[in-house]
């Protein structure tokens, strides 16, 4: 595929919330978020869906076996996505309130490597979507989680007054 000598692509890390304000301000002509507010002059079209798992460190498997409920996990410590540009720290934690408990947050952290790398070594439990389960984390186990609500959703957010 040839392409245009007059388009210019960047990919930017961590658009999350900031979505809307930069597709305003002409910054971004597309993003991909998780939880960025529809508004007037942001469209939000659902391009992905897939279930939360929660990763444990491997010397907690004897305590969880299989499939679990969130609210399985209320005492233990956890590590979150870093707050700043992440809509999916405001999905586990809505997802931990939901389960009648708010999660004891020790590091919040990204991108999902070192998410996935501070579990591994034992810091906590994290809820990632199921998709992190490809990464390659010999001593992170991934369990089911049952009895939620919703799935994780990744959105394309345009401005809506135009049209691709």
Same mark, same amino acid.
């Given at each position: 595929?040839?392409?245009?000598?007059?388009?210019? $692509?960047?990919?930017?890390?961590?658009? #999350?919330?900031?979505? %809307?304000?930069?597709?305003?301000?002409?910054?971004?002509?597309? #993003?991909?978020?998780?939880?960025?507010p529809?508004?007037?002059? *942001?469209?939000? $079209?659902? *391009?992905?869906?897939? #279930?939360?798992v929660?990763?444990?460190? +491997?010397?907690?498997?004897?305590?969880? &076996? %299989?499939?679990?409920r969130?609210?399985?996990?209320?005492?233990? /410590?956890?590590?979150?996505?870093?707050?700043?540009?992440? %809509?999916?720290?405001?999905?586990?934690? !809505?997802?931990?309130?939901? !389960? =009648?408990?708010?999660?004891?947050? &020790?590091?919040?952290? +990204? /991108?999902?490597? +070192?998410?996935?790398?501070?579990?591994?070594? %034992?810091? =906590? *439990?994290? *809820? &990632? /979507?199921?998709?992190?389960?490809?990464?390659?984390? /010999?001593?992170?186990?991934?369990?089911?989680?049952? =009895?939620?609500?919703?799935?994780?959703?990744?959105?394309?957010?345009?401005?809506? !007054? $135009?049209?691709?």
């Amino acid at each position: 595929m040839k392409r245009s000598r007059f388009t210019q $692509e960047q990919i930017i890390a961590g658009l #999350g919330q900031r979505a %809307g304000a930069r597709l305003d301000t002409a910054v971004l002509d597309a #993003g991909i978020t998780r939880l960025a507010p529809s508004t007037e002059r *942001v469209r939000l $079209e659902p *391009v992905h869906e897939e #279930g939360f798992v929660a990763a444990l460190p +491997a010397a907690m498997v004897q305590r969880h &076996v %299989g499939a679990m409920r969130l609210s399985d996990l209320q005492d233990t /410590p956890f590590v979150m996505f870093q707050r700043e540009g992440s %809509g999916f720290h405001t999905e586990v934690t !809505a997802l931990c309130i939901q !389960a =009648g408990f708010v999660p004891r947050v &020790v590091q919040d952290i +990204a /991108p999902i490597h +070192a998410v996935l790398g501070l579990v591994e070594a %034992g810091f =906590g *439990v994290a *809820v &990632v /979507p199921e998709s992190a389960r490809i990464l390659g984390f /010999p001593h992170v186990v991934y369990r089911p989680l049952i =009895g939620l609500e919703r799935a994780s959703r990744l959105y394309l957010a345009t401005r809506a !007054a $135009e049209r691709s």
